[in-house]
């Protein structure tokens, strides 16, 4: 599924928009395995800011994608940003099997 999303440059995750964080949740919430939940977690947060970030430039000439971007936060707050070095970052690892 990572793959899938980061593929294009982000483009289905951008197509998924806001309803992104709840696609992540249910991937972390159905799965039984610590391993998987541990990186599904790692990966919705970066991907949720790399979406965050994305609908906030948009919101400058779009009030769509502002209105959007203030919808995920507030469902979604606080919105914890990554704290992986560049070696562990699990954006790294995707953009490195997707190709990207």
């Given at each position: 599924m990572s793959t899938l999303l980061t593929k294009n440059n982000f483009k289905v995750?951008?197509?998924i928009g806001d309803?992104?964080?709840n696609i992540f949740f249910e991937i972390w919430y159905t799965s039984a395995n610590s391993t998987i939940r541990t990186y599904a977690k790692g990966v919705a947060k970066v991907l949720t800011h790399k979406l965050e970030a994305a609908l906030l430039k948009r919101a400058e000439t779009s009030?769509?994608?502002?209105f959007e971007a203030l919808f995920m936060h507030g469902r979604h707050?606080?919105?914890?940003r990554p704290q992986h070095s560049s070696a562990t970052h699990p954006?790294?690892?995707l953009q490195h099997?997707?190709?990207?």
């Amino acid at each position: 599924m990572s793959t899938l999303l980061t593929k294009n440059n982000f483009k289905v995750l951008y197509d998924i928009g806001d309803d992104a964080p709840n696609i992540f949740f249910e991937i972390w919430y159905t799965s039984a395995n610590s391993t998987i939940r541990t990186y599904a977690k790692g990966v919705a947060k970066v991907l949720t800011h790399k979406l965050e970030a994305a609908l906030l430039k948009r919101a400058e000439t779009s009030r769509d994608a502002f209105f959007e971007a203030l919808f995920m936060h507030g469902r979604h707050s606080p919105l914890h940003r990554p704290q992986h070095s560049s070696a562990t970052h699990p954006i790294s690892s995707l953009q490195h099997m997707s190709g990207t």
